[in-house]
Nanobody, 115 residues
């Protein structure tokens, strides 16, 4: 089963920063949208940010001004720069791609923000 490869999660204090990366294998082509979702314990998975292959971005209101999504189309890699982290940002973060071959997900990476 093809999966995206995520990295960059970890434990950080409130106010700190983390950078998440997600690479899609070459077998996944025709990607249009790449994004990050998160799921906190006891809560539904929610979209954090997304970016099209043309560079148009979309953010959840809760992360606007703190998180920045970007992508390298040549490497089929998407990044999430997170700053000003808050305890409520604690969750498992999942990468997703959407394109010609359908939707693909990563295995998730834990982000924990301590107060």
């Amino acid at each position: 089963q093809v999966q995206l490869v995520e990295s960059g999660g970890g434990l950080v204090q409130a106010g700190g920063s983390l950078r998440l990366s997600c690479a899609a294998p070459r077998s996944i082509f025709g990607i249009n949208i790449m994004g990050w979702h998160r799921q906190a314990p006891g809560k539904q998975r929610e979209l954090v940010a997304s970016i099209t292959n043309g560079g148009m971005t979309n953010y959840a209101d809760s992360v606007k001004g703190r998180f920045t999504i970007s992508r390298d189309n040549r490497k089929s890699t998407v990044y999430l720069e997170m700053s000003g982290l808050k305890p409520e940002d604690t969750a498992v973060y999942y990468c997703e791609t959407h394109g010609r071959l359908g939707d693909y997900w990563g295995q998730g990476t834990q982000v924990t923000v301590s107060s």
